[in-house]
C-alpha cells in the first residue's frame, strides 16, 4: 500500500485493463469493481492482483473471463412483470395515440444494457400483444446496446432456455417461440425490428430520437457523477413525451431529477415534458 493509501498492484491492474480492453474501470464503484475483480483473482488461484497481472500477460484469454465477471448480465423475460404490465397497458397505448393520426407511424425503443436481449424481445412481444392487427402498420425500431459482445450475439441469435422464460404462460412461449429442443427461438419477424449493438454508454457516441428507453439496474454500479451525466444524456435521446424507465434500486441525481416527471415513481418511470 503506498503511501497515499492506495494499492499499486490494484492501480496498475486497472490501468492495464482500460489499455488493452477499453473498459475503464474508473467509471465504476470501486467496491463493486474490486468485487467481481475477485472472482477472477480467486478462481486463477493468484495470490494478488500483480499475480493476476502477469497471468493476464502471459495468456490473454483470461480477457474474456474476466470481461464476464466484470459486466453483470442477469435477465429473463418480464422481469419485475409489474413494470412490463405498466408498459403495455399505459405506455405503448400512449405512444400510439399519439400517432394515431400520422401518415408514418414510428415507435423507437432502447434499452440500454440490454444482456442477452431479453428485456427487447420482451418488449417486441408487448407491442405485437397491444397493437394486434395495426402491429405491421407501425416502423418500429427496437436497439439493444450492451458493451458484452457475447451477450449482444446470443441476443442477435434470439435462442433462450426455459429459465430465461420462466415468467411466461404457455400461449406466449406457443405464439411467440419455436421450439428446438430444450431450447426456444424467438419468432424471425421479431429479430426483424431488433437491432443489437455493442456501445459504451459513457464514452460512444450518443444516438437519439427515442419514444421509450429502458436502462433498468445499469447505472447503479457507476460512480454518482457518471450516473448525472448518463441520465442527462438519456433526457436528450428521448423524443418530447417519451418515457424513461429504471431500475427498482436506482434514483434520478442532479439536473435530470427536475427536468424528467415522476409518472409512476413505484416502477421509477418518469416522462419527458419538454
Not at 440490454?114 to 420482451?122: F, I, K, Q, V
Not at 458484452?148 to 434470439?158: C, N, P, W, Y
Not at 448518463?230 to 417519451?242: R, S
Request: charged content about 30%; some cysteine.
Amino acid at each position: 500500500m503506498s503511501k497515499s493509501g492506495k494499492d499499486p498492484g490494484f492501480e496498475l491492474l486497472k490501468s492495464t485493463i482500460n489499455r488493452n480492453t477499453g473498459f475503464n474501470c474508473e467509471h465504476y464503484k470501486e467496491a463493486h469493481f474490486r468485487r467481481r475483480l475477485n472472482v477472477r483473482v480467486r478462481a486463477t488461484n493468484s495470490e494478488s492482483y500483480g499475480a493476476y497481472l502477469k497471468l493476464l500477460e502471459k495468456d490473454p484469454q483470461e480477457y474474456e473471463s474476466l470481461f464476464d465477471a466484470l459486466t453483470i448480465n442477469v435477465s429473463e423475460f418480464f422481469r419485475n412483470p409489474e413494470t412490463f404490465r405498466i408498459i403495455e397497458k399505459e405506455i405503448i397505448p400512449s405512444l400510439t395515440k399519439n400517432r394515431s393520426g400520422l401518415f408514418i407511424r414510428s415507435i423507437r425503443i432502447w434499452s440500454a444494457g440490454c444482456a442477452a436481449g431479453e428485456e427487447a424481445y420482451s418488449l417486441a412481444i408487448l407491442l405485437h400483444r397491444t397493437l394486434k392487427n395495426d402491429f405491421n402498420k407501425y416502423r418500429i425500431r427496437i436497439i439493444g446496446t450492451d458493451i458484452d459482445i457475447q451477450s449482444l450475439e446470443k441476443a442477435k441469435k434470439g435462442v433462450y432456455n426455459e429459465n430465461s422464460l420462466k415468467n411466461l404462460d404457455q400461449s406466449t412461449r406457443e405464439r411467440y417461440f419455436l421450439k428446438q429442443g430444450d431450447m426456444y427461438q424467438i419468432i424471425d419477424e421479431f429479430r426483424s425490428i431488433t437491432q443489437f449493438k455493442c456501445q459504451d454508454l459513457i464514452s460512444d457516441p450518443k444516438i437519439d430520437h427515442f419514444d421509450l428507453i429502458v436502462c433498468r439496474n445499469v447505472m447503479i454500479y457507476f460512480k454518482k457523477e457518471i450516473q448525472e451525466q448518463l441520465q442527462l444524456n438519456f433526457y436528450k435521446a428521448l423524443g418530447k413525451g417519451g418515457f424513461f424507465i429504471i431500475g427498482k434500486s436506482e434514483t434520478l441525481l442532479g439536473a435530470a431529477s427536475s427536468l424528467f416527471r415522476p409518472y409512476n415513481t413505484r416502477e421509477r418511470l418518469y416522462i419527458k415534458e419538454i
